[in-house]
């Protein structure tokens, strides 16, 4: 089984760090985050790679070369601009034959990957996703009404919660005939039109272990999570 990361994004929400590092590579700790990734990967089974590169890609290719300094075999789909996250993994066709993993280079993760790509597996689903619960209280009240526009129930700044896409897949190889060739494409469209296909597309929640770097706030926020972490070591 291969595992691919999608690291080709310009990381525009977090310049001016990224203006010279392409995200993957923004440090967390003693390491760049894709190094993280790769880790994660390679401890749950997983030794074979292929990096979606775009944006600053020699400073990816010059760091990992071709994995064997890691304990893993590395190959490059390169693409010249950006093509959103499923235009990327589409660049990966060409090594790509088999039921694979893909996750987004801007996140941390430290759940069971196994289990996750047994689930897959028991399920015989198409697409496999990532799941987490997210919670956030709205600023704002919600007024319900009926059809009529009687006010039913005023709802003071509620809590709302449901599950979000953590941009960790199990895949299987047909996936990619779903997407067009050297163009932005979003992984949303991806997932709708193997619905819209009749495709199993399950669920896999995950209670934690899920970090999103998207921007400074949250760069911030895992790299105090990884230092808290140190501390307990």
Known sequence: MKAVILAGGLGTRLQPYTTFLPKAMLPLGDKPLLEHLIEWIKNNGVDSFVLCVSYLRKTIEDYFEDGSRFGVKIEYAIANRPLATA???????????????????????????????????KKKAFVTMGLYEYKTKLPYGFIE???????????????????????????EPQVLDLIP???????????????????????????????????KASYRRAYQHYLEKLGQI
């Open 87 to 121: 235009g990327q993994l589409k660049t990966a066709r060409e090594f790509i034959d088999d039921t694979f993993v893909c996750v987004y280079g801007d996140s941390i993760f430290d759940f069971n990957l196994k289990n996750m790509i047994g689930y897959h597996k």
């Open 145 to 171: 009404t009926d059809k009529t526009n009687r006010v039913k129930e005023w709802k003071e700044k509620p809590d709302v919660k449901g599950n979000i896409n953590i941009g960790c897949y199990v895949m």
């Open 181 to 215: 060739e050297n163009k932005p494409y979003g992984m949303d469209i991806v997932i709708r039109s193997a619905l819209s296909k009749k495709n199993r597309v399950s669920g896999y929640p995950i209670k934690k272990g899920f970090l999103d770097i998207g921007d």
